[in-house]
């Protein structure tokens, strides 16, 4: 596949995922595909269905919007920006958080390994009414 068409590939993966469409990441991942965020490490396409079925649960709405996906060899560098709603944080109200995910591409044209950075608190902590509201205040204290 052409970086055009990884690039695309990269988009419609992020973008049409539900635990409806399991097929999605089958045509996404390796088998072998090695997946790790902030919060965990999985191996496997069966263990990486598994965990986006078990964070999908909460999930009322998510969209990607990618400002640049760049690539050296068969890495793909993919700044994003997420926006969600989920059941439980920040009052149901959609929020945003920014991101970058560092995907290698197999021979195959599917994943085989997929890093997710982001800023867990701003995914998650600061969506908690008390608890974000004491995280808030502290950023803004090493701010000023």
Not at 93 to 99: I, L, Q, T
Request: glycine share 8%.
């Amino acid at each position: 596949m052409s970086p055009e068409q990884l690039k695309d590939k990269i988009r419609t993966a992020f973008n049409q995922f539900s635990p409806e469409r399991p097929e999605i990441l089958a045509d996404f991942y390796s088998s072998e595909a090695v997946f790790q965020d902030p919060v965990t490490r999985v191996e496997g396409l069966a263990n990486i269905r598994t965990y986006y079925e078990h964070v999908y649960k909460s999930v009322q709405s998510i969209q990607f919007t990618f400002s640049q996906i760049a690539n050296a060899g068969s890495t793909y560098y993919a700044h994003w920006n997420m926006e969600l709603k989920v059941r439980g944080l920040n009052s149901g109200r959609g929020y945003n958080v920014e991101g970058m995910s560092v995907l290698v591409f197999g021979e195959n044209g599917k994943v085989i390994s997929h890093r997710d950075y982001l800023d867990l608190g701003a995914m998650v902590y600061e969506q908690i009414p008390i608890l974000g509201h004491g995280i808030r205040a502290i950023k803004r204290m090493l701010h000023s």
